[in-house]
């Protein structure tokens, strides 16, 4: 399994981004899906997660309101959209994937056995 996450890059403060993740190699639309993010010197942290079929989401309660996780199955895709960007939100973002078919969502970075290469999302002030 590949994840291939895209749509960083650098937005001021108050600014909107789009992140995609397009995994290939096999039954994308059975899996949870997640994002999580890793700021230099900081412990990676959850951020949103999604169920297989993208009728579940879940957030981090600091992006709450701000971002929105969906995915298109078709296209084996899970988009995040990130809105009213902050400073603090600047981090390497990955997609990644669990590892159990039709299996819940979780913001447990365990729970996931499939990583992408991350993308960098860099918030100015």
């Known amino acids: 399994v590949q994840l291939q996450a895209s749509g960083g890059g650098l937005v001021q403060a108050g600014g909107s981004l789009r992140l995609s993740c397009v995994a290939s190699?096999?039954?994308?639309?059975?899996?949870?899906m997640g994002w999580f993010r890793q700021a230099p010197g900081k412990e990676r942290e959850f951020v949103s997660t999604?169920?297989?079929?993208?009728?579940?989401?879940y957030y981090a309660h600091s992006i709450k309101g701000r971002f929105t996780l969906s995915r298109d199955n078709a296209k084996n895709t899970v988009y995040l959209q990130m809105s009213t960007l902050k400073p603090e939100d600047t981090a390497v973002y990955y997609c990644?994937?669990?590892?159990?078919?039709?299996?819940?969502?979780?913001?447990?970075?365990?729970?996931?056995?499939?990583w992408g290469q991350g993308t960098q999302v860099t918030v100015s002030s």
């Open positions: 190699g096999r039954t994308f639309s059975s899996y949870a």
């Open positions: 990644a994937a669990t590892g159990m078919p039709y299996g819940p969502p979780s913001s447990n970075p365990r729970e996931y056995d499939y």
């Open positions: 999604i169920n297989w079929s993208g009728g579940s989401t």
